[in-house]
């Protein structure tokens, strides 16, 4: 099978870690087929730079496997939202064309999936469409709208959680049939069980330290206003936390700013998978106090190392965390995050245990991915 894979969600100059569990099973589906990956990218003027998110220009990634294209189109903020579907559709309509795909696979729902479809169906394509979280929760109106064209129109819809499962058909209108659920996988070469003393040591981190840890991308919807007062009402009760910051994004400056001076926070910028999984060896904890969610893989690896969690009860979390491996507690609620992680501190982990919560590769990943591939292009040509 020849397989087209559409998605602005993958590693670009500037953002190396971008989208990497798109790249992982994208890894794993060249195994099995002949893929190609476009990656559509909104490219705006100097004078008009969106503020909500970090903008790369268009750009290769050093060490990335595989046919791999990077396609800019022209955009404004907020201007050219409701045409960005069709602007990505017209930016990827000549490469697919050029690589004669049997079907169009496409992760993120608008614009890249929008835009896909249109290719899509211009060249009587099957498409199958990927959701991963916040991409089908959707605010503003017109992006809703524009959002429901592709959950209604795709061959078949493929979801990260049955939370989202569940919200396509209810608030999209998707037919149920065709919803398939497919939970990220975990490299469980790199997430693995280790020496924490070997770890902290390697970090320059005190042994006697609770070491608390974030990974992800710098925006206010991951809690993390919240979570700076959560650990400092802990303050005077455990004066040797530490809280470590893994990622970047639009709030990064007013992080420096907020924690300026305050030798229990440490900001790292953006970290290889080998180094993120050492610090996670290193943690007592990792915390997820996100607003919304999909299916967040930091959990999953988290677990994987031997880590306890403590995360929002929202969207597909709840899929993941249970009280034997964390802490749930409700968003934006300052008060039961510290709560839950003096909770999570105080208590003694079977490390070996939570290490094997998750057995699930990123090869089952692709392989359930493609048999929803196989089967849309099966359907396409019945239904022709």
Known sequence: ???????????????????????????????????????????????????????????AVDGLDGDVEYVPYAALPGLTRPLNGWLCGRAIRKSLTRFKPDVV?????????YGAMLAARHSGLPLVAAARGSDIRVRDAISRWLTRQVVRRANRLLMVSADLGRLAVREYGADATRVSVIPNGCDSATFRLGDRAAARDNLGVSQDAEVVLYVGRLVAEKGLRELLEALQLLVTQRPRWQLVIIGNGPMQDELRTLTAGNRNVRLTGVLPPDAVAQWMVAANLV??????????????EALACGRPVVATTVGGIPEVVDAACGVLIPPRDVAALAAGLTQVLDRDWDEAALSRRFSRGWSSVAQETLQQCVDALAESRVSR
Do not use: C
Not at 105 to 113: F, H, I, K, M, V
Not at 287 to 300: A, C, I, K, Q
């Open 1 to 59: 099978m020849r397989l087209l894979i559409v998605t602005s969600q993958f590693p670009i100059a500037g953002e190396p870690t971008r989208g990497r569990p798109i790249v992982q099973t994208v890894q794993q589906l060249s195994r099995l087929a002949t893929v190609k990956v476009i990656s559509p990218i909104a490219v705006y003027p100097r004078w008009a730079q969106p503020t909500s998110y970090m903008v790369h220009a268009p750009g």
């Open 105 to 113: 696979l496409a992760y993120w729902l608008y614009p890249d999936a």
């Open 287 to 300: 915390t997820l106090p996100s607003y919304s969610e999909g299916h967040p893989n930091v959990l999953v």
